[in-house]
């Protein structure tokens, strides 16, 4: 039953885009999740799961009700499965952009709507699409997704991939995943992340209150202020490259400028290290090419939080009341929308 109801979305999906081959492996790797899938009741029962596996999906069980009870999200079967995939990452998202401009290459869906980036199950596939668009110009990079959301349209798992985080981190990415299912608005990537985003984080702090010990507080706390710290860096560096595009100046003089700030980018993310301590955790972000693309991967998600932790503390830290205003916020044209935010910044 569950593979003739994709197969209907499927036949929906191609008849509304030509690139059959993108959406066969969309429905080949939907399945294998469905195949893979498990109650995580059904596994604590079954006397070959290993003993540090059940205590991963015993504490995953509490927070899947904790994120219904205490944080208003969608009280369904997602999260309350399990699925071992085998490989490091759920699926890999290829983002783009112009050579000397931050507005991402969209890529249009069934139900979704325009999105800025392009998700695909196989690596291969995604890094095969990157060199193309490489070929054609673009800045590209390509980023491993530890989970997804598929709205609610079907009952997404826990994977693998997640289980070697502590169980905090763990409880942000199902935050994550249900904010999506909770209000998600087409055409509006960055919205919707950093939507999100911001109620991941909240539901982090609420979670560690009530259940953290305060080893845990204190190294989300750590964690979390060097966080915003890279942020911080990868944000300025973008709006110096915005004005650097803006001045409309000849190819080579942006060339030149835009290594210029990528190597500043690279000498300031040092001088963090060593306030850090040698903390090296973005390390593995930096060892490969910087370019537009990869700055856009984490201004998609955080650029726009603060006008969402603004908005939520103006409503005193009313969830129903804040989740209230975001779908009015969600109704509005996008640039009215986008001008709001700005303005809660």
Same mark, same amino acid.
């Given at each position: 039953?569950?593979?003739?109801?994709?197969?209907?979305?499927?036949?929906?999906?191609?008849?509304?885009?030509?690139?059959?081959?993108?959406?066969?492996?969309?429905? %080949?790797?939907? *399945?294998?999740?469905?195949?893979?899938?498990?109650?995580?009741?059904?596994?604590?029962?079954? %006397?070959?799961?290993?003993?540090?596996?059940?205590? =991963?999906?015993?504490?995953?069980?509490?927070?899947?009700?904790?994120?219904?009870?205490?944080?208003?999200?969608?009280?369904?079967?997602?999260?309350?499965?399990?699925?071992?995939?085998?490989?490091?990452?759920?699926? *890999?998202?290829?983002?783009?952009?112009?050579?000397?401009?931050?507005?991402?290459?969209?890529?249009?869906?069934?139900?979704?709507?325009?999105?800025?980036?392009? /998700?695909?199950?196989?690596?291969?596939?995604?890094?095969?699409?990157?060199?193309?668009?490489?070929?054609?110009?673009?800045?590209?990079?390509?980023?491993?997704?530890?989970?997804?959301?598929?709205? /609610?349209?079907?009952?997404?798992?826990?994977?693998?991939?997640?289980?070697?985080?502590?169980?905090?981190?763990?409880? /942000?990415?199902?935050?994550?995943?249900?904010?999506?299912?909770?209000?998600?608005?087409?055409? #509006?990537?960055?919205?919707?992340?950093?939507?999100?985003?911001?109620?991941?984080?909240? /539901?982090?702090?609420? *979670?560690? @209150?009530?259940?953290?010990?305060?080893?845990?507080?204190?190294?989300?706390?750590?964690?979390?202020?060097?966080?915003?710290?890279?942020?911080?860096?990868?944000?300025?560096?973008?709006?110096?490259?915005?004005?650097?595009? =803006?001045?409309?100046?000849?190819?080579?003089?942006?060339?030149?400028?835009?290594? @210029?700030?990528? #190597?500043?980018?690279?000498?300031? $993310?040092?001088?963090?290290?060593?306030?850090?301590?040698?903390?090296?955790?973005?390390?593995?972000?930096?060892?490969?090419?910087?370019?537009?693309?990869?700055?856009?991967?984490?201004?998609?998600? =955080?650029?726009?939080?603060?006008?969402?932790?603004?908005?939520?503390?103006?409503?005193?830290? #009313?969830?129903? @009341?804040? $989740?209230? @205003?975001?779908?009015?916020?969600?109704?509005?044209?996008?640039?009215?929308?986008?001008?709001?935010?700005?303005?809660?910044?």
């Amino acid at each position: 039953m569950l593979k003739y109801s994709f197969l209907i979305l499927f036949l929906s999906l191609s008849s509304a885009c030509s690139d059959i081959a993108y959406y066969s492996q969309a429905m %080949d790797g939907q *399945w294998e999740i469905f195949s893979r899938s498990q109650p995580i009741k059904r596994v604590l029962t079954t %006397d070959t799961t290993p003993t540090p596996l059940k205590q =991963q999906l015993t504490d995953i069980l509490k927070i899947r009700a904790f994120a219904s009870k205490i944080l208003y999200l969608p009280d369904n079967p997602s999260y309350t499965y399990y699925a071992d995939l085998e490989r490091p990452f759920v699926v *890999w998202s290829v983002f783009a952009t112009p050579p000397f401009s931050f507005v991402p290459k969209k890529w249009c869906f069934f139900i979704v709507g325009c999105v800025s980036y392009r /998700g695909y199950f196989s690596e291969t596939a995604a890094t095969t699409l990157a060199k193309e668009l490489r070929l054609q110009g673009y800045d590209v990079y390509v980023a491993g997704i530890p989970a997804y959301s598929t709205l /609610g349209w079907f009952n997404d798992p826990v994977f693998n991939t997640m289980l070697a985080w502590t169980s905090y981190r763990i409880a /942000g990415l199902i935050f994550h995943e249900l904010a999506h299912q909770k209000l998600y608005i087409s055409n #509006d990537t960055a919205f919707n992340e950093a939507f999100a985003m911001t109620i991941e984080y909240i /539901g982090v702090e609420l *979670w560690l @209150a009530q259940y953290g010990s305060p080893d845990d507080r204190l190294e989300y706390q750590q964690g979390r202020q060097r966080q915003i710290e890279f942020i911080n860096l990868v944000l300025s560096t973008r709006n110096h490259l915005q004005n650097i595009y =803006q001045q409309n100046g000849s190819i080579e003089k942006m060339r030149v400028a835009k290594k @210029a700030a990528f #190597d500043n980018l690279r000498i300031k $993310y040092q001088h963090l290290k060593t306030r850090w301590n040698g903390y090296n955790g973005y390390d593995a972000w930096f060892a490969k090419d910087l370019n537009n693309a990869k700055l856009l991967s984490i201004v998609t998600y =955080q650029d726009l939080v603060p006008a969402f932790r603004a908005l939520f503390e103006q409503l005193d830290g #009313d969830l129903s @009341a804040f $989740y209230h @205003a975001v779908e009015k916020l969600g109704k509005l044209p996008a640039q009215e929308r986008l001008a709001k935010l700005q303005y809660l910044r």
